[in-house]
């Protein structure tokens, strides 16, 4: 069935779901939703963004938040846990709001729509980048892609057949240049980096596109959102030796507790790359909470250091005319979405 036929269909579903009150039952206090976000960005800012499926609008990021609050209570991953651990009486089902990379478009975008809704979310930062200003991996190899892209450099052109890249162009040429590179090894993938910058000549990542500062991330944490780790360096870490794996796990709780001047709890595997290997660091790094990107709701039986998330992209809230709808949102996040819930 083609895309917007099965959103059709999709939305006709939610739509009964929602009307005869079935959702509205299976949102229940034992089951923890938890969403994730990337960007927020406005739309001629997500247009020239590499990787647009990151991003939701600040228009867009109001409207989810309008409409799962009266169904939910809505909050940081910390409370939201603490909630589903011991449910008030009374209370809607808790549903935590979650940012990955805390890009600076969080403190620009993302936190004046979240104190218009009076709500409060989790930020996870990639410590290392932060303290260094450096930016993430995935985006200095999408900007130099989507550049080297658009000005047709012929070096570029090789560069694509040396790595049996297929040169197709357009928007999804760094998507899928991003991840080829994430079945690299961690030199490798440097590697890449570093002979795509070489050629873009040293335009990289815009001032607009750069991570949060320590002193940002402090008044997000004044204001009461919580602020937990995205490792070091975004690494994927099941790559990763024991030693350097601390490191990302341990360290980065160290370095952001001391730069925030408090205790950090909840731990967002990168890239949602998890193992046992993995959760057992972090679990004995002394975090309550990790989240990975595995899709689906939380029930008593999940693991808290492997928690499942919703991406949370707008285009999956749009039935098949493009118009965003109520009901094929909460049935999104209902958990028995069959799309929503795979991976
Ligand atoms: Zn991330």
């Not at 034992?30 to 228009?59: A, S």
């Not at 991953?77 to 909630?83: G, I, K, W």
């Not at 990790?290 to 998330?309: Q, Y």
Request: hydrophobic letters at 40%; charged letters at 25%.
């Amino acid at each position: 069935m083609a895309r917007g036929a099965k959103r059709i269909v999709s939305a006709g579903i939610a739509r009964f779901l929602h009307a005869t009150g079935w959702l509205a039952r299976s949102r229940t206090p034992d089951r923890l939703t938890i969403l994730t976000f990337h960007r927020v960005l406005p739309e001629e800012r997500r247009q020239g963004y590499p990787l647009p499926g990151l991003v939701v609008t600040p228009e867009e990021l109001s409207w989810i938040l309008g409409r799962l609050s009266p169904h939910y209570t809505c909050g940081p991953l910390e409370q939201s846990f603490d909630r589903w651990c011991a449910p008030v009486p009374g209370a809607t089902p808790p549903l935590a709001i979650t940012f990955d990379d805390c890009t600076a478009d969080g403190h620009q975008y993302a936190r004046p729509v979240l104190a218009a809704h009076d709500i409060r979310a989790s930020f996870f930062a990639p410590a290392g980048l932060i303290e260094a200003g450096d930016a993430l991996w995935h985006d200095r190899l999408g900007f130099a892609v989507s550049l080297l892209a658009a000005c047709g450099d012929a070096g570029f052109d090789r560069w694509l057949e040396v790595n049996r890249l297929s040169p197709d162009p357009g928007a999804a040429l760094a998507h899928r240049v991003v991840v080829a590179a994430k079945s690299e090894t961690p030199a490798r993938r440097d590697a890449w980096i570093r002979e795509l910058e070489t050629l873009a000549q040293g335009r990289g990542v815009p001032e607009w596109a750069r991570l949060m500062t320590w002193q940002e991330l402090r008044e997000l944490s004044g204001e009461g959102h919580e602020i937990g780790s995205h490792s070091m360096s975004h690494e994927l870490l099941p790559q990763l030796a024991r030693e350097a794996l601390r490191d990302e796990v341990e360290g980065s709780r160290i370095l952001i507790a001391d730069r925030i001047g408090r205790p950090i709890d909840s731990f967002c595997y990168p890239n949602g790359d998890e193992s046992d290997g993995v959760a057992d660091a972090v679990r004995r790094a002394g975090y309550r909470v990790g989240v990975t990107t595995r899709g689906g709701i939380n029930e008593r039986a999940t693991d808290p250091l492997r928690l499942h998330r919703f991406d949370m992209q707008f285009d999956y809230v749009t039935d098949g005319f493009g118009a965003p709808s109520d009901a094929l949102l909460l049935f999104r996040v209902s958990g028995h979405h069959p799309a929503a819930s795979a991976g």
